[in-house]
Structure formats: C-alpha cells, structure tokens
C-alpha cells in the first residue's frame, strides 16, 4: 500500500511524524510525504526534522502565503503531477488547511481513495476558511478518522452514516500521541521565562487584522500580566500588526514579554510550566488539556467543544472586562484532567491499521 500524505504547516508535520514512525516500521506500506510549502517556516532545516525525527518530504513545492484561491490552484497543479507519477492508493490529509483541501480535490479528481485526519470538527462560522476546507474534505473523503465524540456526531447530523461510500471511525488524537512521544524529550526552557507565567499566542485575523481588536486583547493581557506575566511568542504577522498600531508597544504594555516564535519544543516546555493559556488557536486549546492546562480563547466558538463543556476551556468575546474575569475565573478553577476526552495515546497505530483493514 502507498500512501501520499499532504502537509503544509509545522503542526501537520508533527501530526503526521506520528503516523511516519509507525509506517517506516511495517513493510507493506510506503508513505511519500509532500511539503506544500503554505507555512513556510526558516526554522524547518534539516536540524528540524533530525531533532523532531520526522522524515524529510520526498516533495518540497515551496507554495508560499497567496490569497487563498491562487495558494490552493497552485497547490493542486504540483500534488496532480506527483499524484499521477507515484499513482498512490491513499491521498491522506491533516485538518483545516488549504493543503488539506488542495489535496482533498485532487484525490477526488484523479479517484484515489482520501483519508482526513481530524474530520467532522466544526466551529459553525463559515466566515473562517478553515471551516470550508473542512466541510469540503469531509465530504470528498473515503474514510473519516474523527478525533471525539462530537465530531462524530456532527457528521451524523449531516447526514454521513446514510452515504455508503463513507466510512467513520472514532479514533482520538494524533496529537496526543505526539504530546507524550515528545514530552520527555524536553531538555531545556526558553530565555526570559520562568516557571509561573501565562502562555499566549493570537494570529488569526479577525483577531489581528482590527486594531480596536487588537487593542483589547492587548490591554487585557498586560492587565493580566500584573498578576502573572504573560509570555507570548509574536508570529511575524501579528507583529507587524501589532508596529502598525503602537511602534512603542513594548512600553505601553510592560507586562507582556514580547517574544520571537519558539520552536515546538520550547512550546511544550511553556506547556509544561505555564499557569495557564491564552489564545485563539485550535490546536493550543488541546495542547493546553494534554499538559492539564486550563486554557482561555479569544474566540466566540471552538471546535473542540468538550473542553468547554467540561470546564477545561473559557471562550470569551473580544472585551476587556470579559477577557480578565475569565482568566480570574481560571486561577480560582481546580480541575482534575481525569478524563479521556482524546483517546488513549495509540491513535496513530489505530489510522493505520484502519487504512490496512478498508473495505
């Protein structure tokens, strides 16, 4: 069996390293990974890869930030022309992105079976892309491997269990499987932080994009930060974003500490000593649960809707006073993590063996 997974971003590699390690060890299936470029990342050197012990891609297309029509065309043209060549069995694609989508519409297309990873999540608000590219990739899938209950369900509710040509399997996180592997390989901290921070990161635009937004969430965080200093790794685009409205921004808001983007591993160190996390990121409200964080996000609706439903996870609209009464209803919350909302750690083999077994 020969699969070709499409990536495009560092927590899709990591997502599929997971899957990596375990196909390397069985030798009736070949996987060929193909780096669309859609992240790009100057951290991602060959040290990258030998550190987080991910295979190199076999395909580097090197597509960078585009609108997201001509990002996702050229996406398409590149993955047809491997696709055609390498002639897989399987297309296999990680959650939201327009590399999961670009390789969705070419496996349809050329009728190889598509495999999504993380099916069936939905925020419900069609103004985010990622919601499209989900909606679509589902729909164009063979088989769906769903991290939760609830995106099974969701894909109840639209209908999935009466199209025959699919087929849903609950199957956890990958995630947290990369969480555990990677956890003990921690080796040291990250400068200017100590042990009692809290972790932020914001990037999504309607977050970034408004500067009264912008202003808000920033406030906010220093107001927090009087407590317990707010630790926050600047994507270059929230940054300029953030120059653009304040060039004195490291004055005006002194209990922040601004900082570069860490690498993966210093994320799970910050994980691992944080008091708690702010953002409005979807994988870092689960990385947050799997490192028994308590999380708040800057957003209205989340995917991962059992975080919020047991406690673990504040949502809170873009204002001020909400922000910091959620982030004090936090510190006054003792949880205990007991639950088994994302599997057990073994999620990767289960895909695999899933995709052996498709009938």
Known sequence: MK??????????????????????????????????????DSN???VFFEEMQIPKPNYQLKIKSKYHGEMTALMMIEIEK????????????????????????????LHIKLAHVEAGLRSFNNLMPEEINRIVTDRLSDILFC?????????????????????????????????MFYADKVKKGVDGVTEGFVLCTIHRPVNTDDQQ??????????????????????????????????????????????ADPISYFE???????????????GG????????????????????????VEYGYNFLSSINQEEIIEKAGKITETNKGFDEFLYGDGHTGQFILDNLKNYS
């Open 147 to 179: 991290p939760t209950d609830s995106a099974v369900k969701n894909l109840q509710m639209e209908g999935y269990q009466n199209l025959r040509d699919k087929k849903i399997v609950k199957t956890g996180d990958v995630m947290l499987d990369a969480s």
């Open 44 to 46: 991602m050197s060959d």
């Open 3 to 40: 699969i070709l997974t499409i990536i495009g971003a560092r927590p899709q590699f990591v997502k599929a390293a997971v899957l990596s390690r375990i196909i390397a060890k069985d030798d009736s299936v070949t996987e060929l990974l193909v780096h669309t470029g859609q992240h790009y």
């Open 267 to 281: 994320m799970i160190w910050c994980l691992q000593n944080c008091s708690f996390v702010i953002t409005d990121s």
């Open 82 to 109: 491997i696709a055609m060549e390498e002639k897989p069995d399987w297309i296999m694609v990680y959650g939201d992105t327009n590399s999961t989508l670009a390789g969705a519409l070419v496996a349809s297309k």
């Open 213 to 258: 937004h912008l202003s808000i969430i920033l406030s906010g965080l220093n107001e927090i930060g009087k407590e317990k200093k707010v630790f926050f790794p600047v994507h270059p685009r929230t940054r300029g974003k953030i120059e653009e409205m304040d060039s004195e921004y490291v004055t005006t808001y002194p209990n922040i500490i601004f």
């Open 284 to 307: 870092l409200q689960k990385e947050a649960y799997f490192f028994k964080k308590m999380c708040l996000t800057l957003r209205d609706e989340t995917e991962w809707v059992e975080l």
